[in-house]
C-alpha cells in the first residue's frame, strides 16, 4: 500500500516536471473521442475521453469530403474546412490535424496564430503569397510565393497569413502539430471581442484615432 503511494507520487512528479509545447503523447494505440456525453458538466480532460476500444471501427480513423471545395464568398474570400478532434474523433491523444484552404481569387486567410501548433502547408493549386512575423525580440517577416506543389511552415504560435495572388482560384492543405492547434484570428480577437475591449485601450495601442477604432469594432 505504502508502496503504491510512494510510486504515485513518484510518477506525479515526473509528469509535471515534464514541460511540453506540443500534445502529450498518446498513452495508448489509440483513443478516439466521445462525440456526445450525457452529463457534460460531469469532468473535463485534457483533449477528450476515450471511446471504449471494443466498440472502435474503421470509420472511427476515417474522414472524408476534404476534396469538396468550399463557399469563400465572404468578406475575407478564403474558407477553412478544420479536419481536428472535433470533427475527427479518431485524432483524440495523437497531436495531429489538417485543414483545408480555399480562396477566391485575391481572396486571403488573415494574419491570425495558432496556439497549439505547428503548421506545414502545401499548395495544390494556383499561387499563394505567404507570410510570418516572428515574436517582439524583432518582429522579422519571412514571406514566399508559393506555386503548385510548394511546401512552406508556420513556427507554431507566429502570426501568419496566406494571399491568393492568381487570377484562379487556390487550394492549399495544412497539416497542424495538435489535434485542436487553435486559431486566433487578429483584427477579430482584437476589435471582435465579446464584450469589446475599451476604444481608449485599442487607440493607444494601435495609435490609432478613436473614431477609426470605433469603426474597426463595429466591422467585427
Ligand atoms: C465555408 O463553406 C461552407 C460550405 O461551402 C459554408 O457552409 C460556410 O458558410 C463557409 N464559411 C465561410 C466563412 O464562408
Do not use: W
Amino acid at each position: 500500500m505504502r508502496k503504491a503511494y510512494l510510486l504515485t507520487v513518484a510518477l506525479f512528479a515526473l509528469a509535471f516536471s515534464l514541460a511540453s509545447a506540443s500534445d502529450p503523447s498518446p498513452l495508448q494505440d489509440f483513443c478516439v473521442a466521445l462525440k456526445d456525453y450525457s452529463d457534460k458538466s460531469a469532468v473535463f480532460v485534457n483533449g477528450k475521453f476515450c471511446k471504449d476500444p471494443k466498440l472502435v471501427t474503421a470509420d472511427d480513423f476515417y474522414f472524408c469530403g476534404l476534396n469538396i471545395p468550399r463557399n469563400t464568398y465572404n468578406k475575407v474570400g478564403s474558407n477553412v474546412t478544420n479536419v481536428n478532434v472535433d470533427t475527427f474523433p479518431g485524432l483524440n491523444t495523437l497531436g495531429i490535424s489538417l485543414a483545408r484552404i480555399d480562396f477566391a481569387p485575391y481572396g486571403q486567410n488573415p494574419p491570425h496564430t495558432h496556439p497549439r501548433g505547428t503548421e506545414i502547408l502545401v499548395v495544390l493549386e494556383g499561387t499563394l503569397f505567404v507570410g510570418f512575423v516572428t515574436s517582439n525580440t524583432d518582429n522579422r517577416l519571412f514571406t514566399k510565393t508559393l506555386n503548385k506543389g510548394d511546401v512552406f511552415v508556420f513556427p507554431v504560435g507566429l502570426i501568419h497569413f496566406q494571399v491568393n495572388v492568381g487570377k484562379t482560384n487556390a487550394i492549399a492543405i495544412s497539416g497542424l502539430s495538435s489535434q485542436n492547434a487553435g486559431a486566433i484570428t487578429i483584427a477579430n480577437a482584437v476589435f471582435g471581442s465579446n464584450p469589446p475591449i475599451n476604444p481608449d485601450v485599442l487607440t493607444k495601442a494601435f495609435q490609432l484615432d478613436k473614431k477609426v477604432v470605433k469603426y474597426l469594432q463595429k466591422e467585427f
